[in-house]
């Protein structure tokens, strides 16, 4: 008997689920000493406890799997992107996000079709959707932590954010075909166009709202609170309007990276960015940790079929795989030639090491999961729909072998080509946000100087300061000559500053051990805790 809480949620189910939280936060640290990617892990560690005995089986309904997973991790994947980034690799992730999904959909289809007799064209094609598209989530975790080049990262992060959208509005088109047994293309292409465009509009009119009310809330903790809700609402109003739910959580939160809050709010920016990361290692946990999980109960659909059905999977991810590798090469032979030839400022790979890292990157994941298993069960009329199982069998199979296989061994193909990020240019930046920012502390200054009358003790120390404003992002900028004499003073600095800790240390321990005596008031005393926590971050 399953025992269940008094909101109707079986208590194993939520069992499992803190389980998979405790999991997500562990596989961090852990993969990080095995040199394995996190996801990865969490995969094999969700399909590891599937098959326990005493696990229980997993109650997700489908259709709730897209908006409670993909808008926070969308949302959180768009904080490390920018609109200008976005604008200047448009041809780039078109060629990926769009005509790539559209190439690997139809080679997918034809090879299924070959492989099931008597499936319909628009369930082969509804497989292709699903599996066509890199997941953004794995390909950035696996490839952010192996201090790749930063436009390969941009890229993946661009075909993986873009991808989506294109395929979830194929594979509904697709779907629709199916159960209604009627097909049009005119307009599925209508469809498609509408879509984009009330996904669009939703998204710039939240984004526009939304930032127009953190302006007003001020404090971080109602920001924060506003900005976990903006994902899913925007998802969920885009999918009600008959709209792309993925690209308007990409147009919002495209809008909002790009329209940033107030800049001197360091101590809502700290909280906002803090609050993400948790998020996204959470849901993203989580949601690898379903992957393996629902093993055990889509192997239970096979019914003797296995190995055929793996031969099926196997031939469908080689054809994935394939496609992927014979579209890269020409689309980045293309990419350079028109890169050369206009001279855009775009990332592109530069050498075919980047091309064969960045088709190896190329994992599928949450989203493919939650299509397969949003397939419907029935047709219009009542009938069941066409070999849903072995779809959805197929569909684990090409995940499981591209996310484990290649999640794998691409930190060992990385090291192999020796594809590496480019350290100079990044020092490079570093002292030219340094040199920019000094100057505006200083021109700053000025002005302040034009207006007020200073002691002259009082504006060379704010000179120095305003000098090391830049010095501390980018000690490079410090001529030879006062090298030493900085590198001293900064070492002072440093003194102060531990003992400074140190004090404000004792400060709080203090304040903290007023909280249990007698008479003592928590909330003045969280709230003169918070001041020093404050003064601390400044």
Same mark, same amino acid.
Request: proline share 6%; charged share 20%.
């Given at each position: 008997?399953?025992?269940?809480?008094?909101?109707?949620?079986?208590?194993?189910?939520?069992?499992?689920?803190?389980?998979?939280?405790?999991?997500?936060?562990?596989?961090?640290?852990?993969?990080?000493?095995?040199?394995?990617?996190?996801?990865?892990?969490?995969?094999?560690?969700?399909?590891?406890?599937?098959?326990?005995?005493?696990?229980?089986?997993?109650?997700?309904?489908?259709?709730?799997?897209?908006?409670?997973?993909?808008?926070?991790?969308?949302?959180?994947?768009?904080?490390?992107?920018?609109?200008?980034?976005?604008?200047?690799?448009?041809?780039?992730?078109?060629?990926?996000?769009?005509?790539?999904?559209?190439?690997?959909?139809?080679?997918?289809?034809?090879?299924?079709?070959?492989?099931?007799?008597?499936?319909?064209?628009?369930? +082969? !094609?509804?497989?292709? @959707? *699903?599996?066509?598209?890199?997941?953004?989530?794995? &390909?950035?975790? %696996?490839? /952010? $932590? =192996?201090?790749?080049?930063?436009?390969?990262?941009?890229?993946?992060?661009?075909?993986?954010?873009?991808?989506?959208?294109?395929?979830?509005?194929?594979?509904?088109?697709?779907?629709?075909?199916?159960?209604?047994?009627?097909?049009?293309?005119?307009?599925?292409?209508?469809?498609?166009?509408?879509?984009?465009?009330?996904?669009?509009?939703?998204?710039?009119?939240?984004?526009?709202?939304?930032?127009?009310?953190?302006?007003?809330?001020?404090?971080?903790?109602?920001?924060?609170?506003?900005?976990?809700?903006?994902?899913?609402?925007?998802?969920?109003?885009?999918?009600?309007?008959?709209?792309?739910?993925?690209? +308007? !959580?990409?147009?919002? @939160? *495209?809008?909002?990276?790009?329209?940033?809050?107030? &800049?001197?709010? %360091?101590? /809502? $920016? =700290?909280?906002?960015?803090?609050?993400?990361?948790?998020?996204?290692?959470?849901?993203?946990?989580?949601?690898?940790?379903?992957?393996?999980?629902?093993?055990?109960?889509?192997?239970?659909?096979?019914?003797?079929?296995?190995?055929?059905?793996?031969?099926?999977?196997?031939?469908?991810?080689?054809?994935?795989?394939?496609?992927?590798?014979?579209?890269?090469?020409?689309?980045?032979?293309?990419?350079?030639?028109?890169?050369?030839?206009?001279?855009?400022?775009?990332?592109?790979?530069?050498?075919?090491?980047?091309?064969?890292?960045?088709?190896?990157?190329?994992?599928?994941?949450?989203?493919?999961?939650?299509? +397969?298993?949003?397939?419907?069960?029935?047709?219009?009329?009542?009938?069941?729909?066409? &070999?849903?199982?072995?779809?959805?069998?197929?569909?684990?199979?090409?995940?499981?072998?591209?996310?484990?296989?290649?999640?794998?061994?691409?930190?060992?193909?990385?090291?192999?080509?020796?594809?590496?990020?480019?350290?100079?240019?990044?020092?490079?930046?570093?002292?030219?946000?340094?040199?920019?920012?000094?100057?505006?502390?200083?021109?700053?200054?000025?002005?302040?100087?034009?207006?007020?009358?200073?002691?002259?003790?009082?504006?060379?120390?704010?000179?120095?300061?305003?000098?090391?404003?830049?010095?501390?992002?980018?000690?490079?900028?410090?001529?030879?000559?006062?090298?030493?004499?900085?590198?001293?003073?900064?070492?002072?600095?440093?003194?102060?500053?531990?003992?400074?800790?140190?004090?404000?240390?004792?400060?709080?321990?203090?304040?903290?051990?007023?909280?249990?005596?007698?008479?003592?008031?928590?909330?003045?005393?969280?709230?003169?805790?918070?001041?020093?926590?404050?003064?601390?971050?400044?």
């Amino acid at each position: 008997m399953v025992i269940h809480s008094p909101e109707g949620v079986p208590v194993d189910q939520v069992a499992l689920l803190l389980a998979l939280l405790l999991g997500a936060v562990v596989t961090v640290p852990l993969g990080e000493r095995l040199d394995l990617p996190a996801p990865v892990l969490m995969t094999l560690a969700g399909a590891g406890v599937a098959f326990l005995p005493f696990v229980p089986t997993v109650e997700v309904p489908p259709e709730f799997i897209l908006p409670l997973v993909l808008p926070p991790l969308l949302y959180a994947a768009v904080q490390r992107t920018s609109w200008r980034q976005f604008t200047a690799n448009v041809r780039p992730i078109l060629l990926l996000a769009v005509a790539l999904v559209f190439v690997t959909t139809a080679a997918v289809a034809a090879v299924l079709q070959a492989l099931v007799p008597g499936l319909p064209l628009a369930a +082969a !094609v509804a497989l292709g @959707a *699903l599996v066509a598209p890199p997941d953004p989530v794995a &390909a950035t975790a %696996v490839a /952010g $932590r =192996l201090g790749l080049p930063r436009r390969l990262v941009s890229i993946l992060e661009g075909e993986g954010l873009f991808n989506d959208v294109t395929a979830i509005v194929l594979y509904h088109v697709a779907i629709a075909a199916v159960v209604s047994g009627t097909f049009s293309w005119p307009a599925a292409g209508a469809q498609l166009v509408l879509s984009a465009v009330v996904a669009v509009a939703v998204g710039l009119a939240l984004g526009w709202l939304s930032n127009k009310l953190m302006g007003r809330l001020g404090d971080a903790t109602l920001q924060v609170g506003l900005s976990l809700m903006v994902p899913f609402v925007s998802y969920v109003l885009a999918e009600e309007l008959h709209g792309s739910g993925v690209l +308007a !959580v990409l147009t919002t @939160a *495209l809008f909002l990276a790009e329209h940033a809050a107030d &800049a001197d709010d %360091v101590l /809502g $920016r =700290l909280a906002g960015r803090t609050f993400w990361e948790i998020i996204d290692t959470l849901v993203t946990g989580v949601a690898f940790g379903l992957i393996g999980l629902e093993l055990h109960t889509v192997f239970g659909t096979v019914d003797g079929r296995l190995s055929e059905l793996l031969g099926w999977g196997a031939i469908v991810t080689a054809t994935v795989v394939g496609v992927r590798l014979l579209w890269l090469l020409p689309a980045t032979w293309l990419a350079k030639r028109l890169h050369h030839r206009r001279d855009y400022d775009e990332d592109i790979p530069v050498s075919w090491r980047e091309t064969v890292v960045m088709w190896w990157s190329g994992m599928r994941g949450v989203a493919s999961v939650a299509l +397969a298993l949003a397939i419907p069960l029935t047709i219009d009329g009542g009938g069941p729909f066409p &070999a849903r199982s072995e779809i959805v069998f197929i569909a684990f199979v090409v995940i499981l072998a591209t996310l484990v296989i290649q999640g794998l061994t691409l930190p060992w193909l990385v090291r192999r080509l020796g594809v590496r990020a480019d350290a100079g240019a990044e020092r490079e930046l570093e002292h030219t946000l340094a040199v920019r920012a000094a100057r505006a502390a200083r021109h700053r200054l000025r002005e302040i100087e034009e207006v007020e009358e200073l002691p002259e003790d009082v504006s060379e120390r704010l000179l120095r300061g305003a000098y090391e404003v830049g010095a501390r992002i980018s000690p490079d900028i410090v001529d030879e000559d006062r090298r030493d004499w900085y590198a001293k003073r900064v070492e002072r600095a440093r003194t102060v500053r531990r003992i400074q800790r140190e004090m404000l240390s004792a400060a709080r321990h203090e304040v903290l051990a007023a909280r249990s005596e007698p008479g003592a008031d928590p909330e003045v005393v969280d709230r003169v805790l918070r001041r020093l926590d404050v003064h601390s971050l400044r």
